[in-house]
């Protein structure tokens, strides 16, 4: 099982930013696929953002394009998540997750692990 530790989450004003991380405890982490989800209050859990081991391939929900970045670190184990220009609906816990083949996936049953997630709050 792989852990998965997110972090940098917080409270930021509309038009602000926010990078948060993910570290992964897992020797092979280089072979694996990465994804960010978020949960709003009181709705399900929706896709942000996933990315290919290699860093060259990475894919975003709709709403999100044009604002957010994942990016990865391999030698770190870790994975990033660049938020700019949030708006109070990106209000939500933020989970990150792993999924132990290179493909991208959208697909929260596609994953295999799942941080505890970190929250994030945008105040208009």
């Known amino acids: 099982q792989v852990q998965l530790v997110e972090s940098g989450g917080g409270l930021v004003q509309a038009g602000g930013s926010l990078r948060l991380s993910c570290a992964a405890s897992?020797?092979?982490?280089?072979?694996?696929?990465m994804g960010w989800y978020r949960q709003p209050p009181g709705k399900e859990r929706e896709f942000v953002a996933a990315?290919?081991?290699?860093?060259?391939?990475?894919r975003y929900a709709d709403f999100v394009k044009g604002r957010f970045t994942i990016s990865r670190d391999n030698v770190k184990n870790t994975v990033y998540l660049q938020m700019n220009s949030l708006k109070p609906e990106d209000t939500a816990l933020y989970y990150c997750?792993?999924?132990?083949?290179?493909?991208?996936?959208?697909?929260?049953?596609?994953?295999?692990?799942w941080g505890q997630g970190t929250q994030v709050t945008v105040s208009s």
């Open positions: 897992l020797r092979t982490f280089y072979s694996v696929s």
């Open positions: 990315i290919r081991w290699s860093a060259s391939v990475t």
């Open positions: 997750a792993a999924r132990r083949q290179s493909s991208l996936s959208s697909s929260p049953a596609q994953y295999d692990d």
